[in-house]
Structure formats: C-alpha cells, structure tokens
C-alpha cells in the first residue's frame, strides 16, 4: 500500500489553535473535565475574543463560568474585507462616487423628460444587447437631463479607472497572495470599466453640440487590447529584438500576426524591414540593378497606407478611401503568385494579404485567441463597426475561456450585455467592482429592475407571509449591492464614516421614494445606532452630526442616550443630563434631577425642634453655594427646560438659591417669590383647585418636603424681625400650608417622610435617586429607615406648621394678598 507524504501540507497549511488543556490524543478526557471555552464576538468588527474557562460540575446554576484570562486561547478575526493598502483609494473612489450622484440629482431636477423606472419613456424598443431600454434612457428621445446622466456616468467611469492606476502603481509586485489577489481585482475592474466605457457608454452619445459623431469602435478596443493583454510581450519580444538572425527567429511570424491583428502598424512595418527580402531589396536599389518591386515591399506599403477611422471626419469619407484601399490589396493579392519562386516565406506573405483583405478564416487562423480574432475582423473586416455592434462578433469566433478566469468571463459578459452574469462573476473577487458597476449600470438603465429581498442588518422580521399592507421591504439591486459594500465599510475602523455615507446614498434614490429607499432608511439607522465609538467624544459628534444631517432623529436620540449611559456610569452626572435631554428621555431625566433634589436633601441642615429653629442655623450650610448640582443646573438650556417639567425645576430652583445667597437686601424677597413661583408651577394650581392633575402627581412628596424647608429659612427671617414686610402673602402662605397637608394628612404621610428620610440620610447621588413616582420609593422607602428618623421628622415639620401659622397671621394684619 502506498504512503502518503504529508510534507508539503504540513509546511503549508495553518497550524491548529490549542489551548494546552489536555495532552495532544487524549480530547476524550475534556468531556469529563470542568474545563470549557467561552467567547465573545464583539459586535460589527468580525472579532472573536476567546478565553479558557472554569466551570464546577457540581454548580447546577445558570452562572456562566469564570474565565482564565491568563489562558487566552487567540483573538479570532476574519480576513479584512478592506485591505489596508486600499485606504487611499476607498477615500477617493468615494469622491468620484459622490460626485456622480450629485451630477445624476442635478441631471434629473432640470430634466423635462421621463426617466428611468420611475417616469418610463415613451418608446419601446429593445436595445441589441439584450436589455430593455423601456426601463432606462432612450437617447433617441433627444432629452438634455438623460444626455448629462450618461456623460457624468462616463466621467465616473474614467475617473474610477484613473484611481485604479494609480492604486496599482502603489502595490508591491504581487510577491505574496495578498498582493496577487490585489492586483487580479485591480486588473479586473478596470478591464470591466474600460470595456463598459468603449462598448455601451460611448455608445450614441451626443457631442457637446447634442450632435451624434461618428460612433466607431476600433480605436478604443485596440486600447483595451493592448492595456490588459500586451502581446508582444517584453520578455519575448527583447530576446528576439536583439537576436543575430531574426528572420529565423522562431517567433518571427508570430509578432508580425500579433502586431497586425492588434493595429499596431509601425510595429509591422519595423518587423517586415528586418525580413531577408526587403534588405535584398534594398542593396538592389543602392546598386541599381532593379527596379521590380518585392512581395514584402508591396505589403509594406499598403501597411503604411491603410486608412484609419480616426483620421477622418465623417465616415462617408473613410469608406471611400477604404474601398480604394481594398482595390489595392486585391490586386496585390492576385498578382501574389508570380513572386512565388523569388521567395521563400511567399505562403506566410499570402496569408498576410488574406488578412489585409478582410478574409474571417485567415484572421481565425492566425488569431492567438479570441480578442485578436475580434480585433482582427474589426480592422480589416468591418472597420467602421458601431460600439454595440462588437457583441455580433462574438458568434463569428470560437471563444474560449478558462472557467476560473473571472476576468475573461466578466470582460465577455460586458461586452454580451449580460450584466446580471458579469456581477456574479465580479462577486467572486471584490464588492467595490459589483457595487460601483452596479452604480453606473443603474444610472443609464442598463440592470433589470427586479427587486431584492433585504437581508442586511436593520431588515429582520419582515416575511413574505406578512399581509398585504405589511410586505416586506424590497431593494433595488443597485441598493443591495452597494448596502453590501458598505457593510465591508462600516466593520472597518477605518472606513467606517464612508460606509455610512454609502448607506445615505441608497437612501436618496435617483428615481423616486421608493420602498427600497424606505429600507435603506432602516438599514441606515441601525447601523449609526451599532458603530461604536468607544468614549471617543471625537467620533460620537461625527455620529450625531451625520445622524442629524441626514435627518435620523431615533438614531440622534439612540446615540446620546447610550453615550449619558457611559457618562452616568462615570459619574459625570451633568453631561449624562444633557445627553439624556437631548434624546428626549424623560424618565432618566426625571430620576437623575429627583437625585439631584434628594442630594440637596442630604446637606440640608437639620432643625433642632427643643432649642427652636434659627435662620442663622439654615444661612450657615455651605451647601447654598457649593453645591455641585447647582453647576448641573446652570448647564440646562432654555430648550430642555421648556421641554420637561422637572428641568424647569431644576432651575428654578437654582435661581431661587442664587436669590437666596445673595446678601442684598432685595433677595429675600425676590428668593421667596421664586419660591411661590416653584409652588405654583409644579403642583400649587392643581393644589388650588383640588383637582389630581398629572402635573400635581409630577412632583414626588419627597420633594415637597425638600421646598417646605426651603421656604422656613424665609418664615424665620420675618419672624426673627430682620424685615418688616412680609414675604409670602396669603395666598403663598395657603398653598404651602397645602402643600403641608398633602403630607402630613395622608394616609401615607409616614411612607412620604420615610422616603424623604431616606434620600438625606444616604446621600448615594444619582444612584440612590429613585424613578421620581409620587409615593417616593425610588431612595429606599420608609422600611430603610428608623420609627425616630421619620418621627424626627415630623417634629420639623411641625415646626415648619407653627413658622407658616405666624406667617399667615401676618400676612392678614398686613393686609398682603
């Protein structure tokens, strides 16, 4: 039995990841072990973290297990959709890409006419290649708008094959299998997009004049021929340049062929004039002995004297210089016999004048394969061949293509018109090629309009079997494909704001608001929700400002309600509030500024119900300026205290504090009508009229206890006889003694001072701040605090009772409304 030499696959193929648990053949034993693997995938970066973990057998819980990080097993990462090479190129290729857009929008704004699927046209008729032009332009139709759409799509074009030069300039030699396969997608693309340009976007294209010139293909397939497949090639072509006999050179008929099915005429003309005959020839001519033309000399000249298309202004012009031309190779050609016996290569000259002729079988025969068979019957068979009239050619050769060449396969598909099977095969090596190509074909009318399903991120849950008003979202191909390079954008870190740019681009289609671009809109606003931007403040404004530019307001509020999360947790509370205002999150907003409000509770100080209260007891807390949710609240803007209640709070109550602390002799009195203005605006109206209006239940009873103590600082000032006025009336006087009972008088007056006990003896921040319902749970509740806290109290707020009594009765003496 023969052995197997596993040698060169074990030299060549990737070593298996181990994580050194178990001895190499002995994996059975991992079933009975606690050992396991664990990993992550972080999301939208195609990473992989894995770890070796530890699990108890006998632990029956959900727990999962504990990780060994010290047992890192590898970080797993696909291969990069976009290599780094690339960088430079993706940025300008974007460039070319966003100016065609804008091109096709202005195009289509000042167009009179109907385009593209969503006006239609008037005419019917099917272009030669096989697709419809219903559904695309119809240039016969003459319209401005569809003639600016196919000259920028040209210009897209040229400019994408320029930026592949030069990203193929700036690739080393393909010496490893990266660089290989980056320069066989570079070739690819612009192979495909030269061959698109000469065959269908020049194709009946109108001059600057909106007349049609002369639409004639040779030069422009002779470009292609010698940019992509070179032949003579120079390392062949050198050796037999430099050789002694070149005439008995073994690949000496092969060039003349080559360079004559190719064009290139002065490559000809130097390749005859090396030839034995022609320098015979010539010692004859210097020595005068004869003035008989050799066969050579004869096909010399009708070489150098061959019309060319370009040279000529109007094609009626060329065929009849042609026509004369032709007359010439035929009476060479029939004269060719007699030079028979002077020469020995007469059969190789014959078959040359067969080629200048125009005859199929010969330029078949000579034909290395089937790209100088067509440039050979475009030459000399049908010179003035229009551009959609190459694919005809192709069922006079015999094609044949090497199955796992994608270059040769999406190059014939190009030129068949069959552009659905060049961007399967485009897809086999890169999605910049099947996307742009996609691109420009969509723009001219050239991809079917047959919609795709969506399966991209932000898509899900959306099936066939839905109802009718509930179908699922459909995608144009040109959305499909360019949402599938994007996605390749978005996961690279790099590249991740032109992939979102990208996504944008589908969402504004060049047709009409389409339900693919409703789709788009979808995809596009889950995926700015999923980029991470890792505390990065620097990449979070580029994310709200794209977010806002392109109208993306769930995705605007998503973004700065996860970056107030990342704040929060960080303990930067006054940022985390405004991130939270600016998504409209009212319930984070609610808690964070009820913790606030509970912090302040926390430094409040505490009235000594036997000794009596005095103001200077209150005037002498540093927390009236040091407070840091002061600072918090001079950050909120005008917008988001007009747009949630508690913010509006907030900073009254600021302004109420910096009245209070201000030592001239007008504060208190404009402190306590803030005050009353507080009061009134959360909960006094409501109070008033004894209604239960949400705006009653807004504030927490909690906080009610937080302004009574507030407003005693002020009641004792009158009464200590510091003023003589009176600052409440009887009206801000009646609304706190309500406010008081709302307390005390309830059934669940303990449950309220509890909380309110609660949130001051803590003093945890926002953390202890509770969700802000008017029972006051959210610091704790009653049942974290002592039967003497919540009785002490109550003593205060007995003592608040008896300051707002005495105020009431003055306020009557005082006649003060």
């Not at 007359?327 to 014959?350: C, I």
Request: one cysteine or more.
């Amino acid at each position: 039995m023969p052995t197997v030499d596993k040698s060169l696959y074990e030299a060549f193929a990737p070593r298996q990841l181990s994580a050194n648990i178990l001895a190499p053949g002995n994996n059975e034993t991992l079933a009975d072990g606690n050992r396991t693997v664990i990993g992550s995938l972080a999301s939208i970066r195609n990473e992989a973290l894995v770890h070796i973990a530890r699990r108890n057998l006998e632990d029956s819980s959900n727990q999962p297990p504990s990780k060994d990080l010290n047992q890192t097993i590898a970080i797993v990462k696909t291969v990069d959709a976009i290599p780094p090479t690339r960088a430079v190129f993706v940025n300008e290729a974007y460039g070319v890409f966003a100016a065609l857009q804008a091109a096709v929008h202005a195009a289509m704004d000042s167009r009179t006419g109907g385009f593209g699927r969503a006006g239609g046209t008037s005419g019917h008729r099917r272009h030669m290649l096989g697709f419809d032009n219903s559904r695309g332009m119809d240039m016969s139709s003459g319209s401005g708008g569809r003639t600016q759409i196919k000259r920028a799509v040209l210009r897209a074009s040229q400019e994408y094959r320029e930026r592949i030069v030069a990203q193929f300039q700036q690739v080393e030699s393909p010496n490893t299998p990266e660089t290989f396969h980056e320069n066989e997608v570079l070739r690819t693309a612009h192979s495909a997009l030269q061959l698109l340009d000469l065959v269908h976007l020049k194709s009946d294209l109108p001059n600057e004049d909106d007349a049609l010139p002369w639409d004639h293909v040779q030069p422009d397939y002779s470009a292609w021929l010698s940019a992509h497949y070179m032949e003579p090639r120079d390392e062949e072509f050198i050796p037999f340049k430099n050789s002694a006999n070149q005439r008995e050179h073994p690949l000496y008929w092969r060039f003349v062929y080559q360079t004559l099915l190719r064009g290139h005429l002065l490559t000809v003309v130097s390749i005859l004039k090396i030839h034995p005959d022609y320098r015979a020839y010539c010692l004859e001519q210097l020595s005068r002995r004869s003035n008989t033309d050799t066969l050579v000399v004869r096909i010399i000249e009708l070489v150098e004297t061959m019309p060319i298309p370009s040279r000529f202004a109007s094609q009626l012009q060329f065929e009849e210089q042609w026509a004369l031309w032709k007359e010439d190779v035929e009476r060479t050609k029939a004269t060719a016999s007699r030079h028979a016996a002077t020469s020995r290569d007469s059969d190789e000259f014959d078959r040359m004048l067969s080629v200048l002729n125009g005859d199929e079988r010969a330029i078949k025969q000579v034909a290395n394969d089937w790209r100088e068979a067509v440039s050979g019957l475009i030459i000399y068979v049908h010179p003035a061949l229009k551009r959609h009239e190459v694919a005809e050619l192709l069922s006079r050769v015999n094609v044949e293509v090497d199955p796992d060449s994608v270059k040769e396969l999406v190059e014939l598909s190009i030129i068949e018109g069959n552009f659905q099977r060049a961007i399967r095969y485009c897809s086999k090596q890169d999605w910049w090629l099947v996307s742009h190509l996609a691109d420009l074909l969509h723009h001219i009318g050239a991809l079917d309009s047959d919609n795709l399903i969506g399966s991209l991120s932000g898509m899900t849950g959306k099936r066939r079997s839905q109802p009718s008003q509930h179908a699922p979202q459909q995608q144009q191909q040109r959305e499909w494909y360019l949402l599938g390079y994007a996605q390749d954008l978005v996961s690279d870190p790099a590249h991740w704001r032109i992939g979102l740019e990208y996504i944008a681009a589908c969402c504004y289609s060049t047709t009409s608001a389409t339900s693919a671009s409703a789709s788009c809109r979808e995809v596009l606003d889950a995926t700015v929700t999923r980029i991470p931007f890792d505390d990065s403040e620097r990449k979070f404004k580029k994310l709200v400002a794209f977010a806002r530019r392109h109208n993306l307001d769930s995705a605007r509020k998503e973004l700065h309600r996860t970056y107030a999360r990342r704040k929060l947790a960080a303990g930067r509370i006054g940022e985390a509030l405004e991130h939270y205002a600016e998504a409209r999150d009212a319930p984070q907003v609610a808690r964070i500024v009820d913790s606030l409000l509970d912090a302040r509770a926390a430094t409040m100080p505490v009235v000594d119900v036997e000794a009596g209260a005095t103001e200077e007891s209150f005037t002498a807390s540093p927390s009236l300026s040091t407070a840091a949710w002061r600072d918090i609240a001079a950050r909120v803007s005008p917008a988001a205290a007009e747009w949630h209640p508690r913010l509006a709070l907030l900073v009254r109550y600021e302004q109420f504090y910096a009245l209070y602390a201000d030592p001239s002799p007008p504060s208190p009195a404009a402190a306590a009508a803030q005050l009353v203005r507080i009061i009134n605006a959360s909960f006094g109206t409501a109070a008033a009229s004894g209604t239960d209006d949400i705006t009653h239940r807004l504030l927490p009873k909690r906080l009610i206890i937080t302004l009574l103590f507030d407003a005693l600082p002020l009641l004792l000032r009158q009464s200590s006889g510091k003023d003589d006025t009176c600052l409440f009336g009887v009206a801000a006087t009646n609304d706190l003694m309500r406010c008081l009972e709302d307390v005390t008088a309830s059934h669940r007056s303990r449950e309220y001072v509890g909380a309110w006990a609660a949130s001051k003896t803590s003093n945890d921040g926002v953390g202890g701040g509770g969700g802000g319902g008017s029972g006051g749970r959210g610091s704790g509740g009653s049942e974290a605090v002592t039967d003497t806290a919540i009785e002490g109290v109550l003593a205060q707020l007995a003592v608040v009772r008896a300051a707002l009594t005495k105020n009431l009765a003055r306020a009557y003496i005082l006649r003060i409304p």
